[in-house]
Each structure stands twice: as C-alpha cells, then as structure tokens.
C-alpha cells in the first residue's frame, strides 16, 4: 500500500526518486518523503499534502546535497498515526545517521518503543515503523557495521517488512530486507536500485529480482548481494518483465480507468491466448498439478478480497455446474478464523490481481498448513503468492493502475472458467461438444465486450439522469449476483454513493423496507433460468416508487415497460454474462464519479494494493 524507492550509485539520485514516487501514487499515499545521503550527512525532506506530496517534495528540495551517494524515497498510506509530516517516512535514528524507510506493520512496535524509550531514544514519531531506526541505531553501537545491525535488528521484530536503511557512515550502502511486504531490487553497472513495484524501475533497469521472505539485499552502486537473514548468500531468480513503461501510462484516455475498461477485451483474449491447443485441450502448464491430483479435488476453497472475491463467486457457478466440484467461495480476512475444514484433496485457490494482499496471502499459508494444494490466480508475475502457491495462473491483462479493478476482474472470471472447464475435461463430467461450445463461447467473449464498450455513450446518458440520485440498490440472481455485487462496489468506491448489493429474492426479507422514491435500483437480468423471478422482483420496488435500471440483453424488449432506463448488452453463455455484463456497470460508476468531480483513479480512503490486514 505504501511505495517505496530508493537508489546507490546515481547522481541524480534525487530525480531518480521524485520520479519513481511519482510512478508509485497510484498506490494512494497521504505523505511522503526522501533521504538523500551526500556531503558527509542525511538530507531529509517529508511532505504531508495528501495527493500532493510528491508535487510538494520537489519544491522543498533545492536544499538537498550538491553531491548525492544514495537516497531513499517513500509514499506513506497510515496505519499507525496520522497522515502528517512527522508520520511520515524516512525516519532517523536519535543521531540522525540513519535513515528507513518501511512497508508493513511491527507488531510488537510498542513493547520495542518502550525498551528503546528506557534505555534513551527519543521516538519522534507515532509510527511503528520509527522503532525500526532506533533498533539498528542501537546495534550499531555495537561497533557492527550497518548489514550487520539491521539483521540483529530483524531479530527482534515481529510482523510484516519492506525495509530500507541508509547510514552517513557507509554512504554508498543501501541494505534491504524483506519479509510479507513485496521489496524489487535492480541493478545496472553504475547503480543498484529497489522499489516496492515495478513500474518505479522500469525506465532504469530491467535487471530486476524480486526478494523473498526473509531475505535481505545489500545494495553498492553496480552490485547487489542477496543473502537470507542469516547472511548465507542466496542465488536469486530474475524477474521476467514483460510490461513496458508506456503500458503503465495513460495512454491518450483521460485517466487509467477508461483506458483500463477499454483493455477489457485485449486483457480477457490475452489470458486465453496460447491455453487452448488445436484439439480443444486445455493447456495450463503452470498450475503445477496432475491430472490424478485433479481428479482427487473433492472440494474448492476460492479465497479473496473485494472484486477478485466476486470474481471467485462467478467462478463458483462453474467449478460446480461444469466440473461437479463442491466449492466455497471465502473473504479472505475471515477465512483463518472460521477454522476451514481443508485436507489434501481440497483445491484453495487464492485470487489477487496484485499477489500481494496480505489478507489473500496469509489464507493461502493457513490452507498450506492445512495440507491443501494450493492455486494463485494472479496478474503480476512472481509475486508473493505466485511464488507460494503450487500452481499459478496468471491472468494477462498488463499492469492496472487504477484503485477500482475492471479489466483484472474480466480476466480472473475468465481464467478461473478456463480452470473450472479444464477440472470438468480432466474429470470427464462435460461431454466434449458441450465443453466445446463453452470454449467457443469464451473465445467470444473478447468481441461482446468490445460491443458492450462501445456503448459508453448511452450509459454516460443514463448517468446523466441519475446525477441527484444517492441511494443505489444492485440486484441480481445467479451468476448475476456477483455482478452486482461488482457494480455496487464500483459505485460506492468510486462516487461515494450509497450502494448495496444483493440477491433479488433477499430483497423482500428486509431490504424492500428501505425502497421507496429517490432510491435507483439497478437490476441484472441478463438471461438464465432466473430472468423471470427478477423482473418480478423488479416490479416489487418499480411498485414502490424506486427508478429502475435494467441491465438486459439485446433483444429483449420485455423490460422496457419495467424501467426507467435500460442498459443493452451482447448476450452470452449464462455462467459468462458476468464478463460483459459488469461493463455498463463500470462505465455507470464512472460517469456518476466524474459527474461529482471525483478523481476516478484514486478515490479517497482507497490503495491499490492493500499490504495490511
Ligand atoms: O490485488 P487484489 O485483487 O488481491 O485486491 C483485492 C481488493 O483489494 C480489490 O479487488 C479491490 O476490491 C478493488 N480494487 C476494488 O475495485
């Protein structure tokens, strides 16, 4: 959730950094800050002007060093106190050598603070993270050198880290250290760097490696060396990068999210492409199982967060009705808790565009000790559930910069059909032309979600005709259900209208109390067995004054006489319709946030990426 740069071996350090906290805002930040090492001391600059910090930061840095070693750089999202300048990252140690910066939580901050505080550290700051830099200022003590007093350091901390820690005693050095929170290095020959992401460096290195759980890195100009937190050195991995800077950029659209939604179709045929050879196999090479271990699953556990959980509810649908799978479908940050029934034939399959919610993460090492094989579903390669899991299955639809996810849930509903058709081929419970057709139906879908984009003009109006509206209501039934779900969340995160999502037939065991005129409800009734049972859930609120939505398929010219206003998409594959359907529910969120002059990529309170339980 925070980001994290920093630099050896540059010097334009301090551009090196503004630039790459730039590329990391998308992350959502409420302050930020640099520490530069150059003329025999630490230069520190913070700002806290929310969304404007880094904005802020380059114009406080004319002080900085003419000679410029090595700097740290860094976008902080809070978690323990407030979004101000003293909160915010880098911290120094008493002596003011040593500067951090850090992602993730200390657990046990407090007893540490206290120990620190008893023994003469003055802590400036509320943060957890501060403590971190009083630690290694006390190891140094020791007479070690700084590598050496960040393990010691580690060794008392509990809790999740990205850490990064320069000292004015050792100028060239950076020494990082990972555990939980993802951490990037790179190196070029004259400089080494690291990021929290990889877009902060693509435009300087691809050479990069992602560390690992309790490993750290001690970055000099031109080298890296990677040991584990014992200092027994370790051989790294590359990272494969197939993402260019200019695919992390805009683009030409006004902002990510409608480039984003417009990569709908390109990122759903990206995520088939190549998984279904010439004979109608489904090849999944990477999902690390056999064909005897699949045909063991007795049971599939979807773990998720938000809208990849919705993406897991569609998916349910058809690991059941495709490949006769029991499955569950579980918000990952209760999932732990509930005391899971899990074994060696239970499928867990974490779903996470980003690899790294921690909530997702930590459901997936539960399942693991548990005994279940586990699955990632996953956009970013080698991140840290891909690298846990069994097997991964990546979903192709490139870098998402936006806080609301649209294309990465397009491509994980695609994907984890794929895998549900996959399980139903392995276990024989589909015929083969009936398999067939699903698969033609997929294949599909890349140019139905063009059409359903190109409507954008028509939902742009309806929007229009909604814009005094503040209570929204998202029904649907079946696969339908999630979609509303998805388009209840899209509204409330981007516009800050109130939305709920619910099963049509819930509505009338309580819900149906609070409809009544000024409420909009929107309905999904796409297709499927159920279509009739939700227009007569329609025609229970439209008879209590609510202003209804439908969202149908083309030709169906049924609903009109239900609705205030109707949204047509391509119809489909009923388990499919999800895919496309979501897509005026995403541009009606869209036009309703920029008609309230929201900044559609980073709403308030939101990160993209969200490291903390
Ligand atoms: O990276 P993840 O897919 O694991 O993120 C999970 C949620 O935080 C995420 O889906 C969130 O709900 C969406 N960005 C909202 O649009």
């Known amino acids: 959730m925070c980001g994290i740069i920093g630099v050896t071996g540059a010097a334009d350090a301090l551009d090196i950094l503004l630039d790459g906290l730039e590329r990391l805002e998308y992350r959502g930040y409420d302050s930020a800050g640099v520490a530069l090492v150059g003329d025999g001391a630490i230069f520190q600059a913070r700002a806290a002007e929310g969304t404007h910090s880094v904005a802020s930061l380059r114009a406080m840095t004319q002080l900085a060093p003419v000679t410029q070693v090595a700097g740290i750089g860094h976008t902080r999202w809070a978690t323990h106190g407030q979004p101000n300048e003293t909160n915010a990252h880098p911290h120094l140690d008493c002596s003011g050598a040593v500067a951090i910066v850090h992602n993730g939580i200390i657990e046990n901050h407090l007893e540490l603070a206290e120990s620190l505080v008893a023994q003469g550290h003055v802590l400036a700051s509320e943060t957890d993270t501060e403590v971190l830099a009083h630690l290694i200022e006390d190891r140094l003590r020791d007479g070690v050198d700084l590598e050496e007093a960040v393990r010691r350091a580690l060794a008392v901390v509990r809790g999740a880290f990205a850490l990064v ?9 950076i020494v990082a250290a ?49 040991t584990d937190l014992e200092g027994v050195l370790v051989t790294p991995t590359p990272l494969i990068v197939e993402w260019d800077l200019e695919a992390t950029q805009r683009g030409g659209y006004d902002d990510f999210m409608s480039k984003e939604m417009a990569e709908q179709p390109r990122a759903v045929a990206d995520t088939l492409r190549g998984r279904i050879d010439a004979t109608g196999g489904i090849v999944l090479d990477q999902l690390d199982l056999t064909d005897e271990q699949l ?51 239970t499928l867990v399959i974490g779903v996470s565009q980003s690899g790294e919610t921690v909530d997702t993460l930590q459901a997936m090492r539960h399942a693991r000790e548990d005994g279940a094989h586990l699955v990632v579903v996953s956009n970013v390669v080698d991140s840290s559930m891909a690298r846990e899991a069994d097997g991964v299955l990546y979903t192709r639809a490139g870098p998402e910069v936006c806080v609301a996810s649209t294309k990465t849930v397009a491509a994980q509903m695609v994907a984890l059909e794929l895998l549900a058709l996959h399980l139903a081929q392995v276990r024989g419970t589909l015929e083969d032309a009936t398999l067939a057709e699903h698969l033609v139906a997929l294949g599909e879908l890349e140019g139905l979600l063009t059409i359903a984009l190109d409507r954008g003009d028509a939902v742009a109006a309806v929007a229009e005709g909604l814009a005094d509206a503040s209570d929204f209501f998202f029904l649907g039934r079946h696969a339908g259900f999630p979609t509303a779900l998805e388009g209840a969340l899209k509204l409330k995160e981007l516009s800050y209208l109130h939305a709920e999502g619910y099963p049509g037939g819930e509505l009338k065991h309580g819900p149906i109390a609070v409809i009544e005129p000024g409420c909009v409800v929107v309905a999904v009734a796409t297709g499927g067995p159920l279509r009739e049972k939700m227009l007569s859930n329609v025609s229970e609120v439209k008879a209590r004054g609510a202003t209804v939505v439908i969202v149908a398929a083309d030709g169906d010219e049924e609903v009109a006489s239900l609705a205030d206003f109707v949204l047509m998409v391509p119809g489909t594959d009923e388990l499919l319709s999800p895919v496309v359907d979501i897509v005026p529910l995403q541009q009606l969120a869209y036009h309703l946030a920029r008609h309230r002059g929201l900044d559609v990529d980073r709403p308030r309170n939101l990160a993209k990426t969200v490291t903390v339980e």
Do not use: N
Not at 315 to 323: D, I, M
């Open 295 to 345: 045909r063991a699953i007795s049971k599939i556990v979807v773990v998720a967060c938000g809208s990849s959980y919705h993406a897991g509810l569609v998916a349910k649908y058809a690991f059941e009705r495709w490949a006769r799978i029991p499955t569950e479908v579980d918000i990952a940050s209760e999932f732990r808790y509930r005391d899971p029934v899990l074994d060696d034939t």
């Open 178 to 226: 990972r555990r939980i929170s993802p951490l990037i290095v790179g190196v070029t020959e004259q400089a080494s760097f690291l990021a929290s992401d990889i877009p902060a460096l693509l435009d300087r290195t691809r050479d990069l490696i992602a560390l690992e759980d309790d490993q750290l890195a001690v970055l000099r100009p031109g080298s890296v060396v990677i």
């Open 165 to 173: 820690v320069m000292s004015s005693a050792e100028p060239d050095l």
